[in-house]
């Protein structure tokens, strides 16, 4: 049996962060992949991603994803909310370090 699409699935979306971080977010019409660009700060950095999808409820997803660079990303996604909960882990001084943010999403197109 085949998992349905999640909702994402072939959308765009503004990702603006609470530490002032923002990301255009590109997912794939399967919904299995993700291209993010970064904005401000961040322009012209981008990465296309694949991912690892689950539904936990209706409208909210778990994505996770690990970029070349060794960073960790896992979100989980309310798109009746139009909110994130982030974490991501990267190499930092004295070891690995982890972050915990929140974020708003904008449907983009």
């Known amino acids: 049996m085949t998992a349905p699409l999640p909702a994402f699935a072939g959308h765009t ?44 409820a209706p409208h909210i997803y778990f994505v996770s994803w690990t970029e070349k660079s060794g960073i960790t990303v896992s ?8 909110t994130v909960r982030a974490f991501w882990t990267y190499e930092g001084e004295g070891g690995r370090v982890g972050e915990l943010h929140t974020g708003t999403l904008q449907a983009e197109g």
Do not use: C, I, K
Request: charged share 20%; net charge negative.
């Open 13 to 56: 979306y503004l990702f603006q962060v609470d530490n002032g971080a923002a990301f255009r977010n590109t997912y794939s019409a399967d919904g299995l992949r993700l291209r993010w660009d970064g904005l401000g700060e961040s322009a012209g950095q981008w990465e296309d991603v694949p991912l690892h999808v689950a539904q936990v």
């Open 75 to 82: 979100h989980v996604m309310d798109l009746a909310a139009m």
